[in-house]
């Protein structure tokens, strides 16, 4: 009907290939978009945004412990809906040098009668102190499965680096509480079941 | 060096253009309905995509009224909060994807192949499939208004959780529309780069396009660009809704922030989506009333350029109380900043070319005068919000709606209409009704600023943007707002008046319609018949 | 290279006399003014994220 | 023209208003804190610049509209670049906004700096309330917007504070520094404050922080700032600035309060209490949602007069209301409810609306199962 469709083929394959180009960018840009979740993870662990925190172990760093200053850090343990358990922390503040590593219990108690699965998702405040928290071991690095009943305690092992900003010298560790859910809780049982691990 | 033909018809062909369907054998079209269902004539795709934005226009400022009528006064007279939120959301909603972008690709539709001397789009079929996709999309949105639990009524910008776990069972369809809407979008994009890339009358350079048709090409890369984001982003919400997946919950180790991170990478684009291509059409309109060329062509193209590129750069001052760390703020802080220069850019070009003009007042220049002026006040509030100390008091304010109310309403839709007024003789081949025309610009004009200038006020004084009911101080700023609302809507049935009469009839237009009007759109005769440019024209440069 | 970057710098002022301008594009080279404008684009941000990151320390 | 007189308009209402007159809900607050007042300077100063730009770009814009009119015959010029001229209009504006940026960074940095604060102040939002706790001081409770129901209907005339009036408002010291730390339970909500140019939001299992330091004495008002469904126009914030004995008095009178309290829970309370004190806590804490009658407004808020499930298990019922429900605006109440309150409200909802199981929980039987 018109001057595209009539002929002019040299017209024709520009377009094409212009409409392909298009359509590549498109792909691209929406796997970019999916790309950027890990991408915000990895982001957000480099500097520190939002508080989010290495989700692995880190190693204790040998360093000389700076005596000239202490930093207090506080613990607050806080229920998301649907977990019926309680959290406790032994202590809901403590002092500690920069590069001085300390431990902290907490007790987890499902008071139910059914198994369940919880997860404690870390925060930290300020963010510009998140670089400077190395967590040697923590229950936040895992999911936690609790009998009716059953009372566990759990360690949190930490460092602040030496390098804390001067300005410092107070951080605030949250941890919210949530159920994992049940379907989800089944397959990583049935996961652990096969490597034979205790559950 | 302005990209112009000089006033008289400089084509080869142009007398070939003038009767329409002769020459070449064109299929009769379908009669009927089925002939707007199946045509892939550029011209008339133009026509659905306007009409269908105008009806949007009207059912988004329905919602508007329902909500200025719930703000009158203090106290819950109307509706009940939850239907106040949908009607918020589905106001910014339809506003944004139905009635602006629509409006914008009716235009690029209608005036792009007409000004680079193209017979139509690169592929007409697509586009035929691309508009119709979107009454789909939008006849599915508004359905949801009647589903158990409503509509969205999480704001058109749905953060999550409030969009997610705690939505109304509707929001599955509302994603599914706006991916709809959004396939929509991208679509027309890719057809509108393929024909501005591929089909420019021979000799017509970039550097000698019509600046509608740069601000168009730019947008298009944007779509491109951010589209997918949003997808990316709804189809996320979809997962994290209907099949337990946790991006953006925090009980599985997601991150709400991080919705708002990936939505503000697709909205700040989108924001310039909306105005770009309204820079294009002012530019047009302002050098053809002041009868001077642009001021500054090259530098126009530029600023546009540097805007878009500007504004993958600042998305995260929409999120400034978030808590993100200093430096981040700080950053985009800094890169918001800068957009006032290009911006700035570009509103001193338009005042130059005013500059020792010959300047007549013909309604779409009346619509572009007060585009500069109104838009400029929305930059200069923008210019505020960006100073991130501030904006920890601005944020989520009616500032906030004011500054963005600015921008679009006398910005983006005053364009729309000064481009609609503008092209109207060419579409019709009739001049719209002059007199109704000044009436519906006056009454426009003080309508949005009745509207939106105290929101300014109520902002600063401290009333919280997207609620329905708010203090005694707010009452007398939302009362005049109120007010100003039903004005302003009210005189658009001016508009539509005005619009179905130049249909009709009126005084008829030449070809070449405004005496300085220069682009190639001019050369054909007026009304444009259906088919044009069947034979390439030959573009001379204009020798001013 | 260095007319190429003198180019880039004035678009991104938006200033560029005539003259130049015609120069430029009868050069026909799109593909390092693109370039060079994606590299300074990248620059720009590197200031500017650097100044950030320097005076939020 | 027009819209250039009603802009001037404002722009002059402004200028030519005091300070004092300002504050007087044309214009953003000055504020009671150092910073408040920091940020309200800032804000003038770049409305300054805004205007005086404006005026001279408007000022050429109209003269060149009104001189250069076709109608009176006026002949265009054919110039249509100049680079001297767009160096100059580029240059400037950078200038100037380098000249802002400057000052807006030294704030930011002192807005960042949350050291060596004296109370550390956590706030919850919840839909629709806010939830503040004194850490380490053992006192928490919940703010909720007291404006009844019926002025909001039309019913009653509106009071002095209308929708920006609570229950129990926060309590801070002046002249010390006082740390907040926001989250939320389960939507994202913003806690502002315009007098302490304090606005943060509250992210569900992420924390925050700001800070404030209070200069006045005084009652401070504030609403949340953040779309947060249907009640987010009701959940405003009060603050009661005291003196700082006063407030030491304050907090020791509250600890003492809750120390009492704590006491209660040995006790056997007889059902009339309980229904008593679980009405009070009904209508605060659980009617924004479940409605004021029990009826809720379903399918979001399920109805409570005549749940079957709930009537049937009064285990399920309360753990529901300790625990939450995951997923839903169903928070749990285990460590934001003392035992009284949640034994008094399970009664409460067991006996209330036509709900007549006639079962009661005892604050003890309550308190045993959150293990205390």
């Known amino acids: 009907m018109s001057r595209i469709e009539m002929g002019n083929d040299d017209q024709r394959s520009a377009i094409r290939r212009t409409v392909w180009r298009s359509v590549a960018a498109l792909v691209g840009m929406f796997a970019f978009a999916f790309a950027l979740v890990p991408l915000y993870d990895v982001f957000c662990e480099v500097t520190g945004i939002n508080g989010k925190v290495e989700t692995s172990a880190q190693a204790l760093v040998n360093e000389e412990i700076d005596d000239s200053r202490y930093v207090t850090v506080q613990f607050i343990t806080r229920n998301g809906s649907g977990l019926p358990w309680r959290m406790d922390v032994e202590t809901r503040q403590i002092r500690v040098h920069p590069g001085q590593s300390a431990e902290v219990n907490f007790t987890f108690n499902n008071q139910s009668d059914g198994v369940s699965w919880g997860r404690a998702v870390p925060s930290v405040s300020p963010s510009s102190a998140t670089r400077h928290l190395r967590k040697v071991s923590c229950f936040c690095f895992d999911e936690q499965r609790l009998e009716a009943g059953e009372r566990l305690e759990l360690p949190l092992v930490f460092q602040l680096a030496r390098d804390l900003p001067e300005e410092v010298n107070s951080v605030t560790l949250v941890y919210t509480l949530y159920p994992v859910e049940t379907r989800k809780a089944q397959l990583q049982a049935g996961a652990k079941v096969l490597e034979g691990d205790e559950v | ?544 | 290279m260095w007319t190429v970057i003198k180019s880039v710098l004035a678009a991104f002022f938006g200033v560029q006399k005539e003259q130049q301008r015609r120069e430029d594009f009868e050069q026909g080279r799109p593909g390092a003014f693109i370039v060079t404008g994606l590299v300074m684009a990248a620059f720009l941000v590197g200031i500017l994220a650097f100044v950030a990151i320097l005076v939020s320390r | 023209m027009r819209t250039l007189l009603v802009w001037l308009a404002g722009a002059l209402s402004l200028a030519g208003s005091s300070q004092a007159a300002l504050a007087s809900g044309w214009n953003m607050p000055v504020g009671v804190t150092d910073l408040s007042r920091e940020i309200y300077n800032l804000h003038m100063t770049i409305f300054w610049i805004c205007v005086v730009i404006g005026v001279i770009v408007f000022a050429v814009m109209f003269y060149s509209l009104i001189r250069y009119r076709h109608a009176k015959g006026a002949k265009a010029a054919n110039f249509h670049e100049n680079t001297t001229v767009e160096v100059i209009w580029t240059a400037i504006p950078l200038l100037i906004l380098v000249g802002m940026a400057v000052p807006a960074t030294a704030t930011l940095k002192k807005m960042y700096d949350t050291s060596d604060a004296e109370l550390d102040v956590m706030v919850t939002g919840q839909q629709w309330r806010w939830h503040y706790e004194y850490l380490g001081e053992d006192v928490a409770f919940t703010s909720n917007m007291s404006t009844p129901r019926a002025q909001i209907r039309g019913d009653e005339p509106f009071g002095e504070n209308y929708l920006l009036e609570v229950d129990q408002p926060l309590v801070l010291p002046i002249n010390r520094k006082v740390r907040f730390l926001f989250t939320a339970d389960d939507v994202i909500h913003a806690w502002w404050v315009p007098d302490f140019a304090v606005k943060q939001d509250t992210i569900p299992g992420f924390i925050n922080e700001n800070w404030v330091r209070i200069n006045e004495p005084g009652i401070y008002r504030g609403q949340c700032a953040e779309l947060c469904g249907r009640d987010h126009a009701f959940m405003p914030i009060v603050v009661h600035a005291m003196e700082e004995d006063d407030f030491d008095t304050w907090l020791a009178e509250r600890k003492e309060a809750a120390a009492e309290e704590a006491l209660g829970v040995e006790r056997e309370w007889q059902k009339e209490e309980l229904m008593e004190r679980g009405e009070a806590v009904y209508a605060s804490i659980c009617a924004s949602c479940h409605q004021p009658d029990g009826e809720g407004s379903p399918p979001a808020f399920p109805a409570l007069a005549g749940n079957q499930r709930m009537l049937e298990d009064r285990e399920w019922h309360t753990n529901v209301i300790i625990d939450g429900v995951s997923g839903t605006a169903m928070p749990a109440f285990r460590s934001t409810l003392n035992p009284v309150e949640l034994a008094a409200v399970v009664t409460y909802t067991r006996n209330a609306w036509g709900n007549d199981t006639g079962s009661e929980v005892q604050p003890s039987t309550i308190a045993q199962r959150l293990g205390q």
């Not at chain 2, 018809?9 to 002939?35: D, F, V």
């Not at chain 2, 949105?141 to 009647?146: A, E, G, N, P, V």
């Not at chain 2, 009469?501 to 405004?514: I, M, T």
Request: include cysteine.
């Open chain 2, 1 to 544: 060096m302005a990209p112009k033909v000089p006033p008289q018809p400089s084509l080869e062909q142009s007398s070939t253009a003038t009767a329409a369907g002769h020459g070449l054998a064109h299929a009769a079209p379908p009669k009927g309905i089925l002939r707007w269902l199946l045509t892939t004539n550029h011209k008339e795709i133009g026509s659905l995509y306007l009409i269908f934005s105008l009806i949007m226009f009207f059912i988004g400022g329905i919602f508007a009224l329902v909500v200025r009528a719930e703000l009158y006064q203090p106290g819950m007279q109307l509706i009940q909060p939850e239907f106040f939120n949908q009607m918020t959301t589905m106001h910014g909603l339809i506003m944004v994807f139905a009635a602006v972008m629509p409006a914008f690709t009716g235009l690029a539709n209608w005036m792009i192949p007409l000004q680079i001397g193209a017979p139509d789009m690169a592929l007409p079929r697509l586009n035929n499939f691309s508009f119709w996709l979107l009454p789909v999309a939008f006849i599915l949105l508004l359905s949801t208004l009647f589903m158990p639990g409503g509509g969205p009524n999480f704001g058109w910008t749905f953060y999550a959780p409030l969009s997610t776990t705690y939505a109304p069972p509707s929001t599955t369809i509302f994603i599914l529309s706006l991916h709809i809407a959004g396939i929509s979008s991208i679509l027309g994009a890719i057809n509108i780069i393929a024909t501005i890339l591929n089909m420019r009358a021979p000799g017509m350079r970039m550097m000698d396009m019509p600046l509608f048709v740069w601000t168009w090409l730019i947008t298009s890369f944007l779509l491109i660009a951010v589209m997918p984001v949003l997808a990316g982003v709804i189809t996320m919400m979809l997962m994290d809704i209907n099949f337990g997946t946790s991006f953006f919950d925090a009980a599985g180790g997601g991150d709400p922030v991080l919705f708002q991170h990936l939505f503000w990478f697709f909205g700040h684009p989108e924001v310039y989506i909306m105005i770009l291509p309204a820079f294009g059409i002012v530019s047009a309109i302002i050098p053809t009333f002041a009868r001077k060329p642009l001021f500054g062509y090259a530098s126009m193209v530029y600023a546009t350029a540097s805007i878009a590129i500007l504004s993958f750069l600042v998305w995260a001052h929409h999120m400034f109380v978030v808590g993100l760390p200093l430096a981040a703020t700080l950053f985009f802080m800094y890169t918001t900043m800068l957009i006032a220069v290009p911006t700035g850019v570009k509103v001193f070009n338009w005042i130059t070319t005013l500059f020792r003009g010959s300047i007549s007042f013909e309604p779409p220049m009346l619509f572009a005068l007060a585009f500069v002026v109104l838009f400029t006040i929305g930059g200069f509030s923008g210019l505020m919000l960006a100073i991130a100390p501030a904006d920890f008091q601005y944020h989520d304010t009616y500032f906030v709606v004011a500054h963005f109310h600015y921008v679009l309403v006398p910005g983006a839709v005053f364009a729309i209409m000064a481009g609609v007024y503008y092209w109207l003789p060419k579409w019709t081949g009739h001049y719209p009704h002059e007199r109704l025309a000044q009436w519906h610009f006056w009454l426009s004009v003080i309508g949005v600023n009745l509207t939106f200038f105290p929101m300014h006020f109520s902002g600063l004084a401290g009333m919280p943007r997207r609620i329905p009911d708010y203090a005694l101080q707010f009452a007398d700023f939302n009362l005049v707002s109120s007010l100003g609302a039903f004005l302003f809507g009210f005189s658009q049935l001016l508009f539509v008046a005005v619009v179905i009469l130049c249909v009709r009839g009126g005084r008829k237009a030449p070809a070449q319609a405004w005496d300085y009007a220069e682009d190639l759109e001019w050369t054909v005769p007026s009304p444009a018949p259906l088919h044009t440019f069947e034979t390439p024209p030959t573009y001379q440069r204009p020798a001013h």
